[in-house]
């Protein structure tokens, strides 16, 4: 059924119509006060060239953003195939969310998952309100690939492989 009626769509409808477009995992954490702060997120793209920019969405409402905010550097983990157990960590509303994690920490502070498919050290560039969520613009200021690593997929709110 085509949802006609854009002001009024409900929110599972629009949930799953989201869904249904594959997205990386991602990583975005750095040190807070000497302690890993963190949390996932899928809503992660490429933006810019030149400058070198990517894009994450967070919620309004997180906690965990308002702690990472002040940081000078911030790290970006695309998460690997292997790592849903690390993405659903890094996910969780309680616990430590680094628990068993290896970590690698710039002198900057920022914070990279061990085992990703790419690592991205970033400066913030710009935040733009968007809605119940704000687009973070995040300015790349240097970045390590592991190609042999293949990307974990989230898809209709399942984590996911790639089909070799």
Not at 26 to 35: N, P, Q
Not at 69 to 97: H, M, Y
Request: glycine letters at 8%; one cysteine or more.
């Amino acid at each position: 059924m085509i949802h006609a009626d854009m002001g009024r769509l409900d929110v599972q409808v629009l949930r799953e119509a989201y869904g249904t477009f594959p997205s990386g995992v991602t990583a975005l954490c750095a040190l807070v006060d000497g302690s890993p702060v963190g949390m996932a997120a899928s809503s992660f793209t490429s933006v810019s060239m030149d400058p070198p920019l990517v894009s994450i969405c967070v919620a309004n409402t997180s906690s965990t953003w308002v702690r990472l905010k002040p940081s000078t550097r911030l790290g970006v983990s695309v998460l690997a195939a292997a790592q849903e157990g690390a993405a659903r960590q890094l996910s969780a509303k309680a616990g430590d969310r680094f628990a068993g994690l290896g970590l690698e920490v710039t002198d900057e502070g920022a914070v990279l998952i061990e085992g990703s498919a790419a690592w991205l050290d970033c400066t913030l560039f710009d935040e733009i309100p968007a809605g119940d969520h704000t687009m973070l613009l995040l300015r790349i200021e240097a970045l390590r690939t592991f190609p042999e690593q293949q990307p974990l997929v989230f898809h209709g709110s399942a984590f996911r492989q790639l089909a070799q």
